[in-house]
T-cell receptor
Framework: SQQGEEDPQALSIQEGENATMNCSYK?????LQWYRQNSGRGLVHLIL?????REKHSGRLRVTLDTSKKSSSLLITASRAADTASYFC???????????FGAGTRLFVKA | ETGVTQSPTHLIKTRGQQVTLRCSSQ?????VSWYQQALGQGPQFIFQ???????GRGNFPPRFSGLQFPNYSSELNVNALELDDSALYLC????????????FGPGTRLTVT
């Protein structure tokens, strides 16, 4: 079973708009990560946020974490066609060696 | 490009056969994890190796086995292939001091017929 659940499953927006994806998880975590995957290829690590952090920025990406609600959001500002991909949140398990991925949000950015 | 390579890119096998997938870690990384990703799903953790020892395992049967070599390259072996084993298999390497910052290879697409 997967720990994280992303919402929405799919999102279609116009270039220049912002895209927001949400992730919920079930158990306590040490950190949460977001990854991007293009067309069924390898995943690219985007950003890691630790359990004691509430917000983190990286370029056009903004990640928030609410450990009380066991949820996180990824905001991509001023989206581009090249942002079209699947986005996954991932959390560590209690033992810390296992990364558990959600089912992903498929983002389509139309030019 | 992450510096993690996998071979082969694609593979077609028959049910009941055995398969070996290979992964070359990024330089300086001593931890490797393997994942199975079914179509439309997120990656599922198979196991992790750290300095040639299995460090943890997900909910996969014993017919999924692995090896990590002294140069930190790795193999995933799957025996008695089943149709449901058809998936994208991803390996990811990381350094021991930053184990959550994983660098993924492009994957091997396995089709079992």
């Amino acid at each position: 079973s997967q720990q994280g659940e992303e919402d929405p499953q799919a999102l279609s927006i116009q270039e220049g708009e912002n895209a927001t994806m949400n992730c919920s998880y079930k158990t306590s975590i040490n950190n949460l990560q977001w990854y991007r995957q293009n067309s069924g290829r390898g995943l690219v690590h985007l950003i890691l946020i630790r359990s004691n952090e509430r917000e983190k920025h990286s370029g056009r990406l903004r990640v928030t974490l609410d450990t009380s609600k066991k949820s996180s959001s990824l905001l991509i500002t001023a989206s581009r066609a090249a942002d079209t991909a699947s986005y996954f949140c991932a959390t560590d398990d209690a033992g810390g060696f296992k990364t558990i991925f959600g089912a992903g949000t498929r983002l389509f950015v139309k030019a | 490009e992450t510096g993690v390579t996998q071979s082969p890119t694609h593979l077609i096998k028959t049910r009941g056969q055995q398969v070996t997938l290979r992964c070359s870690s990024q330089s300086g990384h001593n931890t490797v994890s393997w994942y199975q990703q079914a179509l439309g799903q997120g990656p599922q953790f198979i196991f992790q190796y750290y300095r040639e020892e299995e460090n943890g395992r997900g909910n996969f049967p014993p017919r999924f086995s692995g090896l990590q070599f002294p140069n930190y390259s790795s193999e995933l072996n799957v025996n008695a292939l089943e149709l449901d084993d058809s998936a994208l298999y991803l390996c990811a390497s990381a350094s021991g001091d930053r184990p959550y910052e994983q660098y993924f290879g492009p994957g091997t697409r396995l089709t079992v017929t």
